[in-house]
């Protein structure tokens, strides 16, 4: 009897002991669920404006229901609450990553806890249809898992200047697994692809890849005079600066979106003319145009095989170097990818204005904001030479997508697109789109019309390659060489055609904002390779500038 009464003693002290210790369960937070509305007004009200690619036919998609953008994720959410989000604010909005590594590493927020955060941000302003920015295409079912896994990990051996643990966004036409790779096109749906190489880089250094972000379908090679940042799968991508009143940039522009609104740490973009130079000034951050061949082409839906390459979109100059750092890597399967010995962030250190010599074109000099930007820089010790070239043309600019895009397309689905991918000639995705027009292409096919129309030889493009190549390369160096330039100074994407046929690498840092609130950023434009040294000036004038600031409606 005296054991027995001891035993029922033990029990309770036991579980008294247990109940103290466990800690209370949070409350069920309520689903979110975002409801299709009528667009009518929002779309009356774009066509006021002047700005005739902004005159919209629609905003959400009719291929992609919002929900299902996270509906996998739905779970893992149920116990992140309001407070949860309110109180990690402080160690992820706006800070770069060497300061939220810190922050992990100080154990104010974890791997797991970082993610949610993004994740429950996306679906807070996307299931909102006052302020949705139809950015994101899909999210990694697995990627809260993934975190968790690195959470387990010893924080005292993280770089702090590394991509561990961090939520990068891919622009929706680079692969990875568990999400499909769609290019924003209903063709592309159902494309299930292995990861692309710049991805399995990222990977390896176990970064988290959090989802895709939407763009211009086919990355702005599809219809002609339509609106920047549509695309079938995704809908209208909508600037947080101005949301349908300024153009989202593109063909990158979901990339630029998520970066600008605080949905991820940092993003991926692609650019074959202007793609990342654009959505980043849009969109008030930073996007580096590296020279062709730094980072791997391969896995990812084409253009241009001559033109393409992706390249890094992030809130500062450091985290650009890093992410840069990250996706280099000699790719034996793209024939133009180079190895690259540069440690971008080690050559980041002392980065400065000073002494360095700065190439102003005098055509802009009546441009406020670029004005600006000039006189800070020469405050802080730039030196600036005043130059006016001769912008000669590039003629028959465009026969090189169409002919690349005829050819690369189709090597594309054959190496890595699913099984199931049916198309493989521009002819075949045509004909698919003609099947629906109102649902798969509401702004027509033009730019694809075109393609067929072209009758360019392979002898033709290429000398077409070479002159306007050679072109380009005179048009810069005769500034450069002449006056011994560090960079030549654009805006935005001005000269992004210029960079694209020269192959040279172009950086665009946030410059500031106009009278109506648009984002400007201003352009670095160097000689092949020297990648590090448009990151050097770049950051050296962000130090002296810090124009970035976080859209009013999304802080």
Avoid at 42 to 62: P, V, Y
Avoid at 224 to 242: K, M, R
Avoid at 507 to 534: H, R, S
């Amino acid at each position: 009897m005296k054991k027995l009464l001891y035993f029922l003693i033990s029990l309770l002290v036991f579980i008294s002991c247990k109940e103290e210790k466990e800690e209370p369960k949070k409350a069920k937070e309520p689903k979110v669920v975002w409801k299709s509305y009528n667009e009518t007004k929002d779309l009356e009200s774009t066509k006021k404006l002047e700005q005739s690619r902004m005159h919209l036919k629609l905003i959400n998609s009719k291929v992609l229901n919002k929900n299902n953008i996270w509906k996998d994720l739905e779970s893992e959410l149920d116990y992140f609450s309001v407070k949860d989000y309110n109180r990690l604010k402080e160690y992820i909005l706006e800070k770069d990553i060497p300061s939220i590594q810190q922050s992990v590493k100080d154990g104010k927020l974890s791997y797991e806890e970082l993610t949610k955060f993004y994740i429950y941000r996306i679906r807070k302003f996307e299931s909102n249809n006052a302020l949705s920015l139809n950015a994101v295409i899909s999210l990694n079912p697995k990627v809260i898992k993934q975190a968790r896994a690195l959470d387990k990990m010893d924080k005292n051996t993280i770089d702090a200047n590394s991509v561990f643990g961090m939520p990068i966004i891919l622009k929706d036409n680079i692969g990875a697994k568990n999400m499909y790779t769609t290019a924003g096109a209903v063709v592309l749906q159902k494309n299930k692809t292995d990861n692309a190489f710049i991805t399995r880089r990222l990977l390896d250094q176990n970064a988290l890849i959090l989802g895709k972000a939407n763009l211009s379908e086919w990355a702005y090679f599809l219809c002609i005079g339509c609106p920047v940042g549509y695309s079938a799968i995704g809908g209208q991508t909508l600037n947080p600066y101005g949301r349908m009143v300024f153009e989202s940039g593109g063909s990158s522009s979901g990339s630029g979106v998520v970066v600008a609104a605080n949905f991820c740490v940092a993003a991926v973009g692609t650019e074959t003319s202007g793609s990342i130079l654009s959505p980043s000034s849009q969109n008030s951050v930073v996007g580096l145009k590296p020279t062709i061949g730094v980072l791997s082409r391969s896995g990812i839906v084409p253009i241009s095989s001559t033109l393409d390459t992706p390249g890094p979109m992030t809130k500062s100059v450091i985290d650009n170097a890093i992410l840069l750092d990250a996706m280099t890597g000699k790719d034996l399967n793209d024939l133009a990818s180079v190895s690259s010995e540069k440690d971008f962030m080690e050559l980041m250190k002392n980065s400065t204005v000073k002494g360095k010599r700065f190439g102003v074109i005098k055509t802009f000099l009546n441009d406020s904001l670029y004005l600006q930007a000039i006189d800070k820089i020469k405050i802080a010790g730039g030196e600036i030479i005043e130059v006016d070239p001769k912008q000669p043309p590039l003629p028959r600019f465009l026969s090189i997508l169409n002919v690349d895009m005829k050819n690369d397309l189709t090597e594309y689905v054959d190496l890595y697109a699913s099984n199931n991918i049916n198309i493989k000639t521009i002819e075949d995705v045509m004909a698919f789109n003609l099947e629906d027009t109102l649902t798969r292409i509401p702004y027509g096919q033009g730019i694809f019309e075109g393609i067929l129309k072209d009758t360019t030889s392979s002898k033709g493009v290429k000398k077409i390659k070479e002159d306007l190549k050679v072109a380009a390369r005179e048009y810069f160096d005769s500034q450069i060489d002449t006056y011994n330039l560090d960079v030549i100074l654009s805006i935005n994407n001005y000269h992004a055609g210029y960079a694209a046929v020269a192959k040279y690498p172009a950086l665009t840092v946030p410059m500031g904002y106009t009278n109506k609130g648009e984002p400007k950023g201003l352009t670095f434009i160097a000689k092949p390779m020297l990648e590090d040294n448009l990151l050097q000036l770049g950051y050296g004038y962000e130090l002296i500038s810090k124009e970035r600031n976080i859209p009013e409606k999304y802080n």
